[in-house]
């Protein structure tokens, strides 16, 4: 799922929420889920990772992996593909609640595609006055 939106809306399935519960139960603009349009704060984000520890952050913030995350016996989350050769480490996270380094990660995942999306918004930019000249 390219958008996050779309995978806002495949979790609100997962979890057997409508599109407007799971707005209105992580505060998100009406609609913005269904349209596919917006953006999330790094705080919503948390709160929706805090909400549901099941979820993988990476999965959510940049659509890379599986949405859910297992836990092993020591209270240590790993992707489903586990550690290994072609896993994403990034997705190993403690069960127990989110450490302010799992925060910090999730936050510097956020404003990183945020800053991709800013680039992909300055290309567009570039390329509507070309095509306007």
């Given amino acids: 799922m390219k958008h996050l939106m779309e995978r806002m809306r495949a979790l609100a399935s997962e979890k057997g929420l409508t599109s407007q519960e ?3 139960r992580f505060g998100l603009a009406v609609g ?3 349209e596919l349009a917006g953006t999330l704060s790094s705080d919503k984000i948390v709160h929706i990772l805090e909400e549901y ?3 993988s952050a990476e999965w959510l913030m940049r659509g890379v992996g599986d949405m859910h995350i297992t836990s092993n016996s020591d209270g240590i989350s790993i992707g489903r593909d586990g550690v290994g050769a072609g896993s994403n480490v990034r997705d190993v996270s403690i069960t127990n609640g989110p450490s302010e380094s799992h925060i910090n ?5 956020y404003l990183s595609m945020m800053g991709a999306k800013d680039e992909q918004i ?9 095509l306007t000249d």
Wanted: charged content about 45%.
């Fill in 22 to 24: 799971f707005e209105k």
């Fill in 32 to 34: 913005s889920v269904d």
């Fill in 53 to 55: 520890n099941d979820i």
């Fill in 105 to 109: 990660r999730i936050r510097e995942g």
């Fill in 122 to 130: 300055a290309n567009l930019m570039r390329l509507i006055d070309k």
